[in-house]
């Protein structure tokens, strides 16, 4: 997992484009995925992976962006969506986000032990609970929970067995 993060702190935002930077170019030089921390830098991780032009693939982890968000990193490249309980919790706005991400751009994560899903939210967060992470997001495409449980694996596998 790499990427940006500038949430707590904005003072070394520079450091940490370079940092992501190298590490980006080492995937590409490997032909590896990469896995992308992003948490209030998506501009600035959107003008590093823009000089790669496409050539990086990888997912966004633990999106909770919106619409908006998804096109500007569309733009940027082929990037899959990981999407873990922040999707079942009340407020959260990610249910109206996923028809813009669409099922074959999916993953389904579990951050553990952090964001546990509805209804085991506020617990230790484990992978057995992702089929309420999967329900959610079922129900918020319309589809059955199998397809999504079909499409995330696929999607999985085309990413990381390359």
């Known amino acids: ?10 003072t070394f935002e520079k450091e940490q484009m370079e940092a992501f930077d190298i590490q980006v170019n080492w995937a590409v030089e490997k032909n590896l995925p990469i896995i992308v921390h992003c948490r209030d830098g998506l501009d600035q991780v959107i003008e590093v992976l823009g000089g790669y032009k496409g050539n990086v693939k990888g997912v966004f982890h633990s999106f909770g962006g919106s ?33 813009s991400i669409g099922l074959e751009r999916l993953l389904l994560e579990t951050d553990s032990p952090y964001l546990a899903p509805v209804p085991r939210r506020g617990k230790r967060n484990e992978s057995s609970y992702m089929v309420y992470t999967a329900h959610v997001v079922a129900d918020s495409l319309g589809i059955d929970i199998n397809e999504v449980a079909s499409a995330t694996t696929a999607n999985a596998e085309k990413l990381f067995l390359m």
């Open 1 to 10: 997992e790499i990427g940006i993060d500038l949430y707590w702190d904005r």
């Open 67 to 99: 619409p908006d968000d998804v096109e500007k990193i569309r733009k940027t490249g082929d990037y899959y969506f990981g999407i873990n309980g922040i999707v079942t919790f009340k407020n959260s706005m990610l249910r109206a986000t996923l028809p």
